[in-house]
């Protein structure tokens, strides 16, 4: 059901300080009054849901999201059946096992995952990771007969694969090959015993929405059925796959995955899994953040995500395996601080590139291009797709980064939602631009000739051409309006039901009208984080903070304490000096 329409507020010039236009969203009020009633949930809940598009009969699954509930027959996906009996055979067989993961968190995830699993069940298994450097992204022959010559019977490539069938086919006649891959790709390679891909044809699972990880728990799920049939546990105990969810969520939150339908029951119960603090690596890199407990889906994606990473962007691409694969406190304390160290240096590698890409951008946004693409020859290849995502959020365009050596450039991209950079990348492939490239529809990675940069980014504008006619700052979109008085601890419990948030099910953005703050000062380390005092025009009192704020034209109203202001932001409970309280997290304001 789509979403019900929303009404704009003003103009950027003149309605919000950040210069965004508001649209306020606008359900039917019998529909929204009717959940509140079904669900005895509070009116804003209930007009929450139905701005989403959520009906009375889906809103109970929705809010309490349940695997039993969401998850499908494995064997819906083409070719799981098949993926399935050839994993058991090597169970069976007790044989060895490569595994070939992509570098990033949903690789690392789903390799650990597929590891533990058939480590459990006996079999040895080897884990390749490419160096993003020298080897680039996807399988290539000399890791993939490294692997056969260690003995690998059996090679399973996660999170990559779909467009590899020159470098699978190396692996002909010296072992079978099988494929557990979400990225697009029009075309199933041919030398693989099974593929596993909801993004490939002729696959009519529905399942397109999964991250490589949800698809290897999917697969563990029919390899246990296939070893159940053939009576592998009549003696043995079955491994506790549940147990693995942690990996789950962790993947699909930080491959940006939309929390919807199954994805939603994977991150709800992965996060309790991932509370209980079982998995030694998480542990450790939980601690080492100071992340706060239960785990959110920010903790995922801005605590425990960016130090899995980072081994794979600038230093060794195993890193995040032999972390989340690590028994030993010790050895993932270890882990831990090495990654957090490389952390670091990733963030300062950032910094030095973003103000030249940013410059280049601004130059190509002004020009009016759909597509910005940047590139230089002094750039890190590991840290291209963050500055592509720096580069989307501040002009609202789909964004590409490359780092040149050689003659080649070696890039990554970051979309806008409605706009699929993927489909345009593997259409730039198909008419001979790239030398390789794929992904999905919010980001991509690409290599080209350095001289073909200019017919890219000419065949990027008109492919998307939609997103040259976008607004610089994106439009701030309003859940509900929240009175002051309605502000209560009740309130953010009641909106904490929507959790886990993320693409596709944002945390509520809830208008405040008619504030007056009565006090403003900067926190934090940098001074850029301002918290403050409000007062209704009843006289409710608010906590409130704004992060990153004081340099702007927002922080500087708050902290001139210009009133009153009609304040957007989120609303939730936090807990301060161990007493919980409700606050405003302010994002944008308005003068009333």
């Known amino acids: 059901m789509p979403a019900p329409p929303r009404a704009v507020i003003g103009a950027p010039s003149t309605t919000s300080l950040s210069g965004r236009l508001w649209r306020v969203a606008q359900p039917p009020a019998h529909a929204a009054a009717r959940l509140a009633h079904s669900l005895g949930v509070p009116e804003l809940l209930g007009r929450i849901l139905a701005a989403r598009g959520i009906t009375a009969d889906a809103a109970p699954g929705f809010l309490a999201p349940t695997l039993r509930a969401m998850l499908p027959d494995p064997s819906c996906l083409t070719d799981m059946d098949r993926l399935a009996a050839r994993l058991a055979q090597a169970v069976i067989a007790q044989q060895t096992v490569g595994i070939f993961g992509d570098y990033d968190v949903d690789g690392a995830c789903a390799t650990t995952l597929l590891a533990d699993l058939l480590a459990g069940l ?99 799920i029919a390899l246990l059925r296939a070893l159940r049939a053939a009576g592998w546990f009549a003696t043995r105990p079955e491994p506790d796959l549940l147990a693995t969810l942690d990996l789950v969520a962790l993947a699909t939150v930080c491959d940006m995955m939309p929390l919807t339908g199954l994805n939603r029951a994977f991150v709800a119960q992965g996060l309790k899994i991932m509370a209980a603090n079982k998995r030694p690596g998480l542990a450790a890199l939980l601690h080492l953040g100071q992340a706060k407990l239960p785990p959110s889906t920010a903790t995922c994606g801005f605590v425990l995500g960016p130090r899995i990473n980072a081994g794979g962007r600038i230093a060794a691409p195993d890193l995040g395996v032999k972390l989340l694969r690590a028994q030993n406190p010790a050895e993932a304390d270890g882990l831990a601080a090495l990654l957090d160290s490389i952390n670091r240096q990733r963030q300062t590698v950032e910094a030095d590139m973003q103000h030249a890409a940013m410059a280049q951008a601004s130059a190509q946004h002004a020009a009016g291009h759909a597509v910005l693409l940047v590139a230089a020859s002094q750039w890190h290849p590991g840290v291209v797709g963050i500055v592509a995502g720096r580069l989307k959020e501040k002009f609202n365009r789909p964004a590409c980064v490359a780092a040149l050596a050689d003659g080649i450039a070696r890039g990554s991209g970051r979309s806008v939602p409605g706009f699929d950079l993927g489909a345009a990348i593997l259409a730039a492939r198909d008419a001979g631009l790239l030398l390789s490239g794929g992904g999905h529809a919010m980001a991509c990675g690409f290599a080209v000739a350095e001289s073909k940069l200019p017919a890219l980014r000419a065949f990027l504008d008109t492919a998307l051409a939609g997103a040259a006619a976008l607004p610089a700052q994106p439009p701030l979109d309003i859940d ?113």
């Open 480 to 592: 509900a309006i929240l009175p002051a008085e309605a502000a209560t601890l009740d309130t953010a419990a009641a909106l904490a039901r929507l959790e886990p948030f993320g693409p596709a099910n944002p945390e509520p953005v809830l208008a405040m009208p008619r504030m007056t703050i009565a006090y403003a000062q900067t926190i934090g380390r940098d001074g850029t984080t301002i918290r403050l005092g409000l007062i209704s025009e009843a006289g409710t009192r608010l906590q409130a903070i704004a992060f990153r704020a004081a340099n702007s034209p927002l922080g500087e109203a708050l902290l001139a304490r210009a009133t009153p202001l009609t304040l957007a932001g989120n609303f939730r409970a936090e807990t301060y000096n161990n007493q919980p309280r409700a606050t405003f997290s302010v994002l944008d304001a308005a003068i009333a």
């Open 122 to 220: 006996g079999c040895p298994v080897l884990t390749h990771v490419p160096d993003r450097m020298t080897e680039g992204y996807g399988p290539n022959p000399p890791a993939l007969a490294a692997l056969v010559g260690n003995g690998a019977r059996l090679v399973v490539c996660v999170d990559c694969g779909t467009s590899a069938n020159a470098a699978l086919a190396s692996l002909a006649g010296q072992a079978d090959c099988v494929v557990l891959d979400h990225h697009l790709s029009p075309h199933r390679p041919a030398a693989v015993a099974a593929i596993v891909n909801p993004n490939t044809p002729p696959d009519q699972s529905g399942l397109g929405q999964l991250c490589a990880t949800g698809l290897v728990f999917m697969a563990g």
